[in-house]
């Protein structure tokens, strides 16, 4: 049997298109069709039922599309660990405050104990942090919590509580209630703390009646030191600009903590790169 025939098609019933396979393969449509024709040939059977709407697998088809699944997880796996041999590799994904403020320090001491390893970092919010663990682009996410499917193990490992910022905002303290008509400066969707706040108010039956969306931690900060509106950040996000009074931290009474979380997938349990990670991770406190 030809493995590049059976990742043929192995691939256009993941997909259900011959059309998105070829893109995901780089191949032709009729190379693609041929592969496809040629395993079924070799076991004497029709493996994809073919009409204009859809592609459906016959029941045979279905048999070896598990299997295939399983091949094509062991072959992942065999990748995977000839990169950590030969490459030496750590690919990170987190969030845009979380690698500024959290990661670095951990990056020093995972480079002081294994100081041939290289370090990739990635940001995005934390669903574009998922996407990328999930589609083996990263090894592991630091991220807000989100949904996570069943094939990506998590940990929780810490849980920063959250505070609002304003230019303008005199008292100390405050409930979410109080900031109902207060203009609020979310992330962009996707973010975990955007998701994790707006279910908040929602929870509460507290109506959000003046809010913005800013895809840039940077420039929500800037827009309420200007006087735009406020935010939601951990404190250690923010204390640098407090102390040169661009804005004040003000407690949430509602006592609001972000679950952060480490994910990756169960195909990268062994890997030799994430052991590593996890094991500095294990030996140090967080903010």
């Not at 059977?45 to 709407?53: C, E, F, G, M």
């Not at 295939?68 to 065999?78: F, N, Q, V």
């Not at 996410?141 to 005199?170: A, C, M, Q, T, W």
């Not at 004040?248 to 195909?267: A, G, P």
């Amino acid at each position: 049997m030809n493995f590049t025939h059976l990742k043929a098609f192995y691939t256009v019933a993941k997909f259900e298109s011959f059309t998105l396979a070829a893109q995901e393969l780089n191949v032709s449509q009729p190379t693609l069709s041929q592969q496809v024709k040629s395993l079924e040939l070799h076991f004497n059977l029709p493996l994809i039922k073919r009409n204009r709407k859809a592609i459906r697998l016959t029941r045979e088809g279905e048999i070896i599309f598990s299997y295939a699944e399983k091949l094509m997880a062991i072959a992942r796996e065999m990748d995977r660990e000839i990169e950590d041999i030969h490459t030496r590799l750590l690919k990170i994904g987190t969030t845009p405050t979380l690698s500024r403020y959290f990661l670095p320090s951990i990056v020093l001491k995972l480079k002081e104990n294994n100081p041939d390893l290289k370090v990739q970092i990635y940001t995005g919010l934390s669903k574009e942090i998922l996407k990328m663990v999930i589609d083996f682009e990263c090894h592991v996410g630091v991220l807000g919590r989100v949904y996570y499917p069943d094939h990506v193990i998590f940990k929780n490992i810490f849980k920063p509580k959250l505070f609002f910022i304003s230019k303008d905002i005199e008292k100390q303290k405050v409930h979410l209630k109080d900031l109902s008509d207060y203009p609020i400066i979310f992330p962009e969707e996707g973010s975990a703390t955007r998701d994790y706040i707006i279910g908040e108010f929602r929870k509460r039956k507290i109506s959000l009646n003046n809010f913005m969306d800013c895809e840039n931690p940077a420039a929500i900060k800037h827009m309420v030191h200007l006087g735009m509106g406020g935010a939601f950040f951990p404190h250690y996000g923010v204390e640098e600009d407090v102390k040169d009074g661009k804005y004040r931290c003000i407690e949430m009474l509602d006592d609001l903590h972000l679950t952060i979380d480490l994910i990756y997938l169960k195909d990268w349990k062994e890997s030799k790169v994430v052991k590593k990670f996890l094991k500095v991770l294990a030996k140090n406190q967080f903010p």
